[in-house]
Nanobody
Framework: QVQLIESGGGLVQAGDSLRLSCAAS????????MGWFRQAPGKEREFVAA????????YYADPVKGRFTISRGNAKNTVYLQMNSLKPEDTAVYYC???????????????????WGQGTQVTVSS
């Protein structure tokens, strides 16, 4: 079983930056893509960004392109989400997730991820 623990959320003003971290531990998860999703009150959980195991390929939702950057640590068991130029509409609980297969097929789809963290709150005030 994989454990994912997010950190780095908080309350910031519009235009500020935050860096989220996700530490993975447990069973072997090498070669598996990881992603960040978010869920705002009253809305469905949505894709934010994803990265392959090697970090060679990254994927972003349109609303965050050019502002957010996903990366993996050197040990590969840590994933980061650098969020710049934050907007009030970025307010949500952010979740880190591990894909259930090594394939990149469905990498932006919530249902293809089987392990989830507990989430970290990001609140952006206007």
């Amino acid at each position: 079983q994989v454990q994912l623990i997010e950190s780095g959320g908080g309350l910031v003003q519009a235009g500020d930056s935050l860096r989220l971290s996700c530490a993975a531990s447990g069973r072997t998860f090498s070669d598996y893509p990881m992603g960040w999703f978010r869920q705002a009150p009253g809305k469905e959980r949505e894709f934010v960004a994803a990265i392959t195991w090697t970090g060679g390929s990254t994927y972003y939702a349109d609303p965050v392109k050019g502002r957010f950057t996903i990366s993996r640590g050197n040990a590969k068991n840590t994933v980061y989400l650098q969020m710049n130029s934050l907007k009030p509409e970025d307010t949500a609980v952010y979740y880190c997730a591990l894909k259930t297969s090594k394939s990149i097929i469905g990498i932006t789809t919530t249902s293809t991820y089987g392990s989830w963290g507990q989430g970290t709150q990001v609140t952006v005030s206007s």
